[in-house]
C-alpha cells in the first residue's frame, strides 16, 4: 500500500512540474533569446575596386639618333632636366670636317657675292656717270657744230659715244637687277637694299645656308637631348660605350603630374564614367590615402589571365611621397543611393543564395524567418540588402545556426526594446 501512495504522490509531482513549465513557457521565460538590430536606411556609394600602377603623366625611353662612341654622360640618376637639356654626347670627329667644310663654303659664297654686288653697284655707277658726261659732250659739240667749230665727223663721234654709253648702261643695270633679284629691265631703285641682305637671299649663299644646316643637324644627331621636362629615372650607357643608331641611353619621367592605369574588369565598366573621385591605396604607403580622379577610360577592352579589362587612367590630386612604378589599389566612386543596410555578419551564403534571420511579430509574440535577400555593395562593418528587407525590419546578427524557421524567440532589440514570442 505504501508504495501505491509512493507512486501517486510521484504521479502528482509530475503533473505540477509540467504545469509549471507550460505556465513558464507561456510567460516566455523558455523562449531562445535573441539579440537583434532594426534595418536602417543609409547612404550608399558604389566601389569598383581594381588594381593598377603609379606611373608618371609622361614617359619617355630616350634613344641614340646616330652610332658612334659615347664621348660625355652629363646626367645622373635621379636628377632633373629640363626639355632640350644635353644629357648625353657621342664623338663626333668624323662629321666635325664636314661641318667645317660647309662653313668655310657658306663663307666663301658670302665673300664672292658681296664682291660682286659691289663691283656691280659700282660698274653701274660709272656707267651712268660715262653716259651723263656723252651726253654733255654731244650738247658741246652740237653748239661748236652749229658756229663751224666742229665737224660734221666729231658730232658724229660725239653721237655714237652716248649711244655706246647707253648701251652700257642698260647692261650694267641688267647684270646689277638679276643679282639683287628684280626683274632685268626694272629701273634701279634710288636707295640699294643692304648689301647683306642681298647677299643673304643670294641663291649661292642660300644653298650653302642649306648645306651647312644639313651638316649642322648630321653633328646634332651625335648630341642626346631630354624630349621632356622631368626626372633622370635611369641612365642607360656609360662613357667609351659604343652605341647605334637607335640604343636607348636614358629614361625620363615627367613627375609634375602622376596618375594610375588600373585595369577594370568588363563587368564593372557601366559603373565607372569620367570625372568620378576615387581612393587610392598604395602598396608602398599602407597607412596613407590618395585620392584622384579618373580622366580617360579605353575604348577597347584586352584580354588579361584574368578576363577582359579596359584600361583607365586616374589623375592624382598630389604627388609628394609617391612612386613611380608602385602597384596599388583603387576604388572608384560609382553611383549614390539610400538603401537599407544590416551588420556584415547578420547574413550568411547558401547554394549561391544569401539569407538573414528575420524576426517577426505576430499575436503570440516573436518568430524568426529564413529570409533570401539580395546584398549589395559593402561597407565598412555592415552591407547593403537590395532586395528582401526594409527599414525598421528587425534582423539577428552574428550567423546564428540554433535557429530555425518559424521558431519562437525572446527578442531584445539593441536600442533597448525587449519582447517574447
Request: net charge negative; proline share 4%; charged share 35%.
Amino acid at each position: 500500500m505504501k508504495r501505491h501512495i509512493v507512486v501517486g504522490v510521484l504521479v502528482v509531482l509530475l503533473v505540477a512540474l509540467i504545469g509549471v513549465n507550460i505556465a513558464r513557457m507561456r510567460r516566455g521565460g523558455g523562449l531562445p533569446e535573441v539579440e537583434a538590430v532594426r534595418v536602417r536606411l543609409e547612404a550608399v556609394v558604389d566601389e569598383v575596386a581594381a588594381r593598377g600602377e603609379i606611373r608618371a603623366k609622361e614617359e619617355m625611353q630616350v634613344v641614340a639618333q646616330a652610332s658612334g662612341v659615347v664621348k660625355d654622360v652629363l646626367v645622373e640618376e635621379g636628377e632633373r632636366v629640363r626639355k632640350g637639356e644635353i644629357l648625353v654626347r657621342l664623338d663626333t670627329s668624323e662629321v666635325e670636317g664636314a661641318l667645317l667644310q660647309a662653313e668655310a663654303q657658306r663663307a666663301a659664297a658670302e665673300l664672292a657675292v658681296r664682291r660682286e654686288v659691289v663691283n656691280l653697284r659700282i660698274a653701274y655707277r660709272d656707267a651712268s656717270t660715262a653716259l651723263e658726261e656723252a651726253r654733255k659732250n654731244l650738247e658741246r659739240v652740237r653748239e661748236l657744230h652749229g658756229i663751224g667749230s666742229a665737224s660734221d665727223e666729231e658730232l658724229r663721234q660725239a653721237e655714237d659715244q652716248v649711244a655706246r654709253a647707253g648701251e652700257q648702261l642698260a647692261a650694267a643695270r641688267q647684270q646689277l637687277n638679276l643679282r639683287e633679284g628684280r626683274e632685268p629691265d626694272a629701273p634701279v631703285p634710288e636707295v640699294l637694299p643692304p648689301v647683306d641682305l642681298v647677299v643673304a637671299s643670294s641663291p649661292e649663299v642660300r644653298q650653302a645656308e642649306a648645306q651647312l644646316a644639313a651638316a649642322r643637324e648630321q653633328v646634332e644627331r651625335y648630341v642626346v637631348r631630354a624630349g621632356i621636362t622631368g626626372v633622370v629615372s635611369r641612365v642607360l650607357v656609360k662613357r667609351g660605350a659604343v652605341v647605334a643608331a637607335g640604343t636607348p641611353v636614358a629614361q625620363l619621367h615627367d613627375d609634375s603630374q602622376l596618375e594610375v592605369v588600373a585595369q577594370v574588369d568588363e563587368v564593372d565598366l557601366p559603373k565607372v564614367r569620367e570625372g568620378a573621385r576615387v581612393r587610392v591605396e598604395a602598396d608602398v604607403a599602407p597607412d596613407r590615402e590618395l585620392e584622384g580622379e579618373v580622366v580617360w577610360i579605353s575604348p577597347v577592352l584586352e584580354q588579361t589571365g584574368e578576363g577582359r579589362m579596359a584600361r583607365v587612367r586616374i589623375r592624382l590630386d598630389e604627388r609628394e611621397g609617391v612612386w613611380i612604378g608602385a602597384s596599388c589599389s583603387v576604388f572608384i566612386e560609382g553611383d549614390r543611393r539610400t538603401s537599407p543596410v544590416v551588420p556584415l555578419d547578420a547574413y550568411w551564403i547558401e547554394k549561391d543564395a544569401a539569407y538573414v534571420w528575420r524576426v517577426e511579430e505576430d499575436e503570440e509574440g516573436f518568430v524568426v524567418r529564413r529570409t533570401e535577400v539580395k546584398v549589395g555593395s559593402l561597407l565598412p562593418g555592415k552591407v547593403e540588402v537590395r532586395e528582401g528587407l526594409s527599414e525598421g525590419d528587425l534582423v539577428v546578427p552574428g550567423r546564428r545556426r540554433d535557429l530555425e524557421e518559424g521558431m519562437r524567440v525572446k527578442v531584445k532589440v539593441k536600442d533597448g526594446e525587449e519582447g517574447e514570442g
